[in-house]
T-cell receptor, first 110, second 115 residues
Framework: GEDVEQSLFLSVREGDSSVINCTYT??????LYWYKQEPGAGLQLLTY?????DMKQDQRLTVLLNKKDKHLSLRIADTQTGDSAIYFC??????????FGGGTRVLVKP | NAGVTQTPKFQVLKTGQSMTLQCAQD?????MSWYRQDPGMGLRLIHY???????DQGEVPNGYNVSRSTTEDFPLRLLSAAPSQTSVYFC??????????????FGPGTRLTVT
């Protein structure tokens, strides 16, 4: 079955690094995604990683994938107040369908 | 491009009323889907479509109908609203799965309250 889990809340100081963790259960996942949701808005794709990759870096974002443990993480370097939002990880198996985690609310303190 | 648009932004219904949430995209995406977002539960897939004339059920389809008569539009119908359908509804679209996976574009959401 498909189940994606994330911690509910993360507090971080401005300028520090944030690490958001996610675990998934479907070993047939092809792509794994990180989405960002700001208050009152829809979801915005931040980054993604293909299942045969271990790491992907995109400016301040680093995605790490451990397929053996089915663990995905998103690291945000030099976290800014504009990074305060809810972050969702999602896995995609076949046919474009996404299964989302419950979201991690990130609060960046000045 | 306008991207994915949804109307209305907010709606209040009484139990038993019916309504249609509208979704349109102008990116010529084959795939369209509806999700509901409830606190602490992420987004759950209600219905999806891989092209005009083709729809299928997602994880939580009960109480909802969809149709896809054109590539651009994918309305979601609530047949007889219930308080359990109070939620925020998001429409999303993407190309069918290709080399880059299926980057899904989300609309701004419709906040629905059923009393």
């Amino acid at each position: 079955g498909e189940d994606v889990e994330q911690s509910l809340f993360l507090s971080v100081r401005e300028g520090d690094s944030s690490v958001i963790n996610c675990t998934y259960t479907d070993s047939s996942s092809t792509y794994l995604y990180w989405y960002k949701q700001e208050p009152g808005a829809g979801l915005q794709l931040l980054t993604y990683i293909f299942s045969n990759m271990d790491m992907k870096q995109d400016q301040r974002l680093t995605v790490l994938l451990n397929k053996k443990d089915k663990h995905l993480s998103l690291r945000i370097a030099d976290t800014q107040t504009g990074d305060s939002a809810i972050y969702f990880c999602a896995e995609e198996t076949a046919g474009n369908k996404l299964t989302f985690g419950g979201g991690t609310r990130v609060l960046v303190k000045p | 491009n306008a991207g994915v648009t949804q109307t209305p932004k907010f709606q209040v219904l009484k139990t038993g009323q019916s309504m249609t949430l509208q979704c349109a995209q102008d990116m010529n995406h084959e795939y369209m889907s509806w999700y509901r977002q409830d606190p602490g539960m992420g987004l759950r897939l209600i219905h999806y479509s891989v092209g005009a004339g083709i729809t299928d059920q997602g994880e939580v389809p009960n109480g909802y109908n969809v149709s896809r008569s054109t590539t651009e539009d994918f309305p979601l119908r609530l047949l007889s609203a219930a308080p359990s359908q109070t939620s925020v509804y998001f429409c999303a679209s993407s190309y069918l799965q290709g080399q880059r996976g299926s980057e899904q574009y989300f609309g701004p959401g419709t906040r629905l309250t059923v009393t």
